[in-house]
């Protein structure tokens, strides 16, 4: 009996955190500067700071395959594969298809990082505020529940997780993207400014601004504080970065975290689902699998939040069974994962120009530009679809990459420089619909007896509407530009490989239609607070993850509130 009351004691924290990806890392951080004793649990392994980034200093004729992956494991990994950044240099940090299998009732490239930092080391850092017409979507255009929260709740949030992280860009004073708290922005190249000149003065509401990016520009004193370092322009990001120079857990939050002296993490810890007390009528603590040695462990907390990355939440939560909540934590609405919704990344449109021979660039510059949405709004009107798209990119002058002949003229030839180019990619707002769903399969469990994730999402005719017109548009501006073999192509590709997955676990006004109130916590069980993905009523345009960052910070300086004052 007290043996166990000391393993109780043990286990036992004022919070718990689920996940230690970007929103998990900022709970951390957050609760433990506020003086809390909280634990986070990741279900992945150890990656430490600077030492764990096996590649960051290699040169490509280090890499075995010079960056590229062998086609075994291409074949291998026909899902994580078709993901950009899986190479020869980040493939350790990917999920691979056969370690943690899903079912696919439709469809769904579903990329993932399980480590500590999530894929806060993965990412690509653009960095863009929601605005009030991002809110707005759901009630004006009659989808999904309307906001409980607007641009004026989030903005003072906005601002302080973008001076902690750390955010280059310009002020542009754009109605559909709000300026954000900016170091010092990198620069566009020539072929990116002419082509933000030309698409500014023929197009009413369009503007092309260099991306606001998690990449420290500058390292101001509390970045240096630490050990954070500015930005290099190695573009070698996505291998970890040694300087700290861009956001992640390792470089940011976990530091900030750790300094408190507040923080535990706990890796190799699989959450399996949140101990719900019918007595109490709150949550008491989770249950833990460990991952290596498969022994369940218990352990308590006053407040929970849960960020295991949108899909991996709604499975714990759906897995949080009870007499209370048969069928998941908080579920009285009944939409527990329902409406996930993503980003429609299909069309790409790339095109070629002949001007500007006599200018090259200069530095790697580890982010590209973008376009704030510009559909559906202020006097826009379309027909065909509600919503928009933002659309990013970037223009550059590499190598010629193709050269008749052979010998030494051949090589001669092949390292010639070639026209300067530009790509673009659209980024469109999906609907989230009812059957859209995240479910724990009935039949299949993983290796640890969780049932495995059934995914079952798609596009809708808003969707195909949307496609057809970015594809036109993207042309239509590349050509008013002066660019030649315009090239614009529907990839198809399955949902999931935008990497932003959200809803399922939405915010609302009624708990009769969502699952969380305005400062994500859950309106039915008080003490549990979702703040990844998952919490997204509907999703915007934008890249998410500010967002995430931005719900966090303010969801718990809510929660420590009402710890003090006794009401969790
Ligand atoms: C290549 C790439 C490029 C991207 N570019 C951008 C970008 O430019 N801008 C942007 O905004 N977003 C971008 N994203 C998306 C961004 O990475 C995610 O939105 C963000 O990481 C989500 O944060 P999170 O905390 O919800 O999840 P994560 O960062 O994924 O962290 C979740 C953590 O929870 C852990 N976990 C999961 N299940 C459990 C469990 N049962 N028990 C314990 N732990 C668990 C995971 O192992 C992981 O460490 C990109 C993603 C990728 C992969």
């Not at 006004?509 to 994500?520: A, F, I, Q, V, Y």
Request: hydrophobic residues 35%; glycine residues 10%; neutral net charge.
């Amino acid at each position: 009996m007290n043996l166990n009351l000391k393993a109780k004691a043990e286990n036992t924290f004022d919070a718990i955190v689920i996940g230690s990806g970007i929103s998990g890392g900022w709970a951390a951080k957050e609760f433990t500067e506020k003086g809390l004793k909280t634990l986070m649990l990741e279900r992945g392994r150890k990656l430490d700071h600077v030492k764990d980034y096996t590649t960051a200093w290699a040169n490509p004729w280090d890499l075995p395959h010079r960056g590229q992956l062998p086609r075994e494991m291409v074949e291998k990994n026909p899902v994580i594969s078709k993901c950009y950044a899986f190479r020869e240099d980040a493939a350790h940090l990917f999920v691979k298809d056969d370690e943690h299998p899903y079912v696919q009732e439709k469809p769904f490239d579903w990329i993932r990082g399980y480590q500590v930092g999530g894929k806060s080391l993965m990412w690509a850092r653009y960095t863009q505020r929601w605005s009030q017409h991002d809110f707005d979507g759901p009630a004006k255009d009659g989808f999904a529940v309307e906001w409980p929260i607007g641009y004026q709740d989030l903005a003072p949030w906005y601002s302080y997780v973008e001076k902690f992280a750390g955010i280059s860009g310009n002020r542009d004073g754009l109605a559909a993207l709000p300026d954000s708290e900016v170091l010092p922005p990198m620069e566009m190249n020539c072929i990116e400014q002419h082509f933000k000149g030309v698409v500014e003065s023929k197009f009413k509401n369009r503007h092309l601004i260099i991306s606001r990016t998690a990449n420290l520009s500058e390292a101001r004193p509390e970045h240096r504080a630490l050990g954070r370092g500015m930005c290099q322009r190695r573009d070698l990001c996505h291998r970890g970065c040694p300087f700290g120079a861009y956001f992640s857990t390792q470089s940011s939050t976990l530091p900030a975290a750790a300094r408190t002296g507040n923080l535990t993490l706990k890796t190799d810890s699989v959450v399996h689902s949140i101990i719900f007390d019918e007595q109490k009528g709150r949550a008491v603590g989770v249950r833990v699998i460990d991952a290596n040695t498969e022994q369940s462990i218990e352990y308590f907390a006053k407040v929970v939040f849960v960020n295991a990355a949108a899909l991996n939440t709604l499975l714990i939560l759906q897995n949080s069974v009870s007499s209370r909540f048969p069928n998941g934590l908080g579920n009285d609405s009944g939409v527990l994962g329902h409406y996930v919704a993503f980003h429609n990344y299909r069309v790409r449109a790339r095109g070629v120009h002949e001007g500007f021979q006599d200018k090259y660039t200069y530095g790697k510059r580890p982010v590209g530009i973008y376009m704030p949405r510009f559909r559906n709004i202020l006097d826009d009107r379309q027909t065909a679809f509600i919503r928009g798209y933002a659309v990013s990119g970037g223009g550059g002058r590499g190598r010629v990459g193709w050269a008749d002949g052979f010998g030494a003229n051949l090589k001669e030839a092949l390292t010639q420089i070639g026209p300067w180019t530009i790509s673009l990619q659209g980024m469109g707002e999906t609907i989230p619909q009812l059957n859209h769903t995240a479910k724990p399969s009935k039949t299949k469990t993983d290796a640890w007896g969780i049932p495995q994730l059934e995914l079952s999402i798609g596009y809708t005719a808003n969707d195909e509407a949307m496609v057809a017109d970015m594809k036109t548009t993207l042309a239509e501006m590349l050509e008013a530009a002066g660019f030649r073999d315009v090239n614009v192509s529907d990839s198809q590709q399955a949902p999931g490989l935008d990497i932003h997955e959200m809803g399922g676990c939405r915010m609302g006004k009624d708990p009769k239609t969502s699952m969380l109130n305005g400062l994500n916590q859950m309106h039915a069980v008080k003490n549990v607070f979702v703040t990844d993905g998952a919490c997204m009523t509907s999703t915007s345009t934008q890249n998410p993850s500010l967002t995430y960052m931005a719900l966090t910070a303010r969801a718990v300086d809510f929660a420590v509130g009402e710890l003090k004052k006794g009401n969790l």
